[in-house]
């Protein structure tokens, strides 16, 4: 296989790519993939220590990465943060809306503020990035978006009401803005994953619950992290990824396709 090929099939260089929610454990993963393929990679989110780590994580491998603090679920500090990458990079070429959380009471004890809090990190958030970026990238010659759904799109999840709700949202969210957004150049596009144990769901997965979901799951595992990358890279690629929107791809060892 030809490394120049590929370069030219996947390669970043020169590009700025901004992974809100970056600070996290899919987001970090998926940074550190892009700063891999050469791109200029903005860690955005509120842990600034976790930020400045992934940060160095990056740099430790020859890559190149800044740390910028956003609140994902507020529309000044998404303006804010596109306004502050401008100014140091003239440009956003790619955006992983990546925060998240997650949620799981029973249910007629679902507290209003877990709720709101769950759709404001993951729907809420979305929709700005996707509308504030995806308006800079629309006056700038196009770009790409990477949303960030769940298996739990399409097959609810026990136990976690808001976040299955907000995940099937986000894939329809999606599909729409995609369609808006095409003839202006920018492509927009869900990433959903299946199972991989991070921050948000580590109180979630307990035994019994990994028991069941690893029965279900073909290749009876969960998923690492950086086996996200690969997707991400062909979906942010204006060269793999240039007739590609509106997609939603599962990288879920099989989860989605499996019934008992
Ligand atoms: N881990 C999985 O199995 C899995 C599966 C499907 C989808 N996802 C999705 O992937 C995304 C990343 O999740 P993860 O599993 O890496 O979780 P994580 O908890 O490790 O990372 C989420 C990150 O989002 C940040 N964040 C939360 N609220 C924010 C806000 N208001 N502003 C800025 N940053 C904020 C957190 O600080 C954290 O660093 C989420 O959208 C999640 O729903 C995860």
Redesign the pocket.
């Known amino acids: 296989m030809e490394n120049a090929y590929l370069e030219q099939l996947f390669g970043l260089n020169g590009r700025t790519a901004v992974v809100?929610?970056?600070?996290?454990?899919?987001?970090?993963a998926i940074a550190q993939g892009l700063a891999r393929a050469n791109a200029h990679v903005i860690v955005?989110?509120?842990?600034l220590s976790?930020g400045r780590s992934r940060v160095h994580e990056i740099e430790k491998v020859g890559g190149s990465a800044a740390f910028f603090n956003?609140?994902?679920?507020?529309r000044e500090?998404m303006k804010a943060l596109l306004e502050s990458v401008v100014a140091v990079r003239n440009n956003v070429d790619v955006l992983i809306?990546?925060?998240?959380?997650?949620a799981s009471t029973p249910y007629f004890e679902i507290p209003d503020d877990d709720w709101n809090k769950v759709l404001?990190?993951?729907l809420t958030?979305t929709h700005l990035g996707c509308q504030i970026f995806g308006e800079h990238m629309a006056a700038n010659g196009g770009g790409s978006i990477v949303n960030?759904?769940?298996?739990?799109a399409h097959l609810p999840l026990s136990k976690v009401f808001a976040?299955s709700a907000s995940?099937a949202a986000v894939v329809n969210y999606t599909k729409n803005v995609a369609r808006e957004l095409a003839p202006k150049g920018v492509r927009v596009n869900v990433l959903?994953?299946?199972?991989?144990?991070?921050?948000?769901?580590r109180k979630i997965l307990s035994p019994e619950r990994t028991a069941v979901i690893l029965s279900q799951t073909p290749m009876n595992r969960?998923?690492s992290?950086e086996e996200l990358v690969g997707a991400v890279l062909l979906l942010v690629s204006p060269v793999a990824g240039s007739f590609v929107t509106g997609a939603e791809i599962y990288v879920d060892g099989g989860f989605t396709g499996m019934r008992l």
Do not use: H, I, M, W
């Not at 809100?20 to 970090?28: A, E, K, N, S």
């Not at 960030?148 to 739990?152: A, H, T, Y």
């Not at 959903?192 to 948000?200: I, L, M, R, S, V």
């Open positions: 809100v929610g970056g600070t996290g454990v899919l987001g970090g955005a989110g509120r842990d976790r956003v609140d994902a679920t507020c500090s809306n990546c925060a998240g959380v997650n404001a990190t993951n958030s960030l759904g769940s298996v739990s976040y995940k959903c994953p299946g199972f991989f144990p991070a921050e948000q769901n969960f998923g992290p």
